[in-house]
């Protein structure tokens, strides 16, 4: 199966049809997927996979410096493409090693809002760029979306008039959220200025400076750049926008199945790491305020 590179790469193009077509994985997973496996396949060269070769593997898997999260998501792959490989009939069945991860439930960072206030409000509508920064950042914090949802999003999934976007989750899952009163705003003067650029006729929301569409990596120097020329000391990436935006609703009084449709979790177990970090809010509140504290 591992003999040459071309066999290699026929087998991780199945294998990539086999997670779009019928397992329905995003684009994301699928890419993280191919990644795992191909590293798995290099460590390989040309021996057999069988039972030993694989255990192997995932037993030196603790000598690299993986966080557990990502070796969890290694051995997910690995199963996956070994359980498609056995069922395809191209390697004989074996009995897949069950490594269990204990993943680190590490409490999402959390911006104040005025900090938030601080990144939005660090641009202006004065030029395409400026504009287009200042409404990403708005969009991402007052949807909770993710920066692949945002990358993704297109004009028609955007409705001014009945004030809600359409995004793109995982495995498909399209979700409906509400565009909030100071979004709309800078979505209407965003969508102004970018309507009067000729070239800017993509049908995506949010372009490059060369009117194409946006990447995650883009969003990410966005991110980051403006945290640090607002003063933002703590590490800040796209997804701290997400922490912060569920981390508000709850403490603001939201309920958790309502913050889980928000962010378009399939399960509320994982939404339930929110409730986590507002303990400490909990917990502040009550001192403060209650008299028996």
Do not use: W
């Not at 056995?86 to 991860?101: A, G, H, P, R, V």
């Not at 202006?124 to 760029?129: A, G, I, R, Y």
């Not at 020329?229 to 800040?236: D, F, R």
């Amino acid at each position: 199966m591992t003999e040459n590179k071309s066999e290699t790469n026929k087998i991780l193009t199945q294998f990539n049809d086999f997670l779009y077509y019928e397992k329905n994985v995003s684009e994301n997973t699928i890419t993280a997927y191919l990644s795992d496996i191909s590293h798995f396949l290099k460590f390989l060269e040309h021996r057999e996979i069988n039972k030993d070769n694989t255990e192997d593997y995932l037993i030196n898997l603790s000598d690299f410096q993986y966080s557990d999260n990502t070796k969890k998501r290694i051995y997910s792959s690995i199963k996956a493409f070994l359980n498609f490989a056995m069922e395809s009939n191209l390697i004989d069945k074996f009995e897949i090693l069950n490594i269990k991860t204990k993943s680190k439930e590490e409490l999402p960072d959390v911006l104040q809002v005025s900090e938030i206030e601080n990144l939005i409000n660090f641009y202006n509508h004065d030029t395409f760029l400026s504009s287009r920064n200042k409404t990403i950042i708005d969009f991402m914090y007052s949807t909770g979306c993710r920066v692949s949802e945002l990358c993704d999003l297109k004009l028609s999934d955007i409705d001014l008039s009945e004030e809600f976007a359409r995004l793109d989750g995982k495995g498909n899952k399209q979700r409906i959220v509400p565009i909030g009163s100071l979004l709309l705003i800078n979505l209407q003067l965003y969508l102004e200025l970018r309507n009067s650029i000729h070239k800017a006729n993509s049908v995506y929301l949010f372009l490059t400076k060369n009117f194409k569409q946006l990447d995650r990596t883009a969003v990410f120097r966005i991110i980051k750049s403006t945290g640090s020329q607002v003063g933002i000391k703590s590490k800040i990436y796209p997804h701290s926008l997400r922490h912060s935006a569920a981390t508000h609703m709850l403490e603001g009084g939201c309920d958790l199945r309502t913050v889980q449709e928000f962010l378009g979790h399939s399960s509320v177990s994982t939404t339930q790491i929110y409730t986590k970090v507002t303990k400490d809010f909990l917990e502040e509140a009550f001192t403060e305020s209650h008299p028996r504290s």
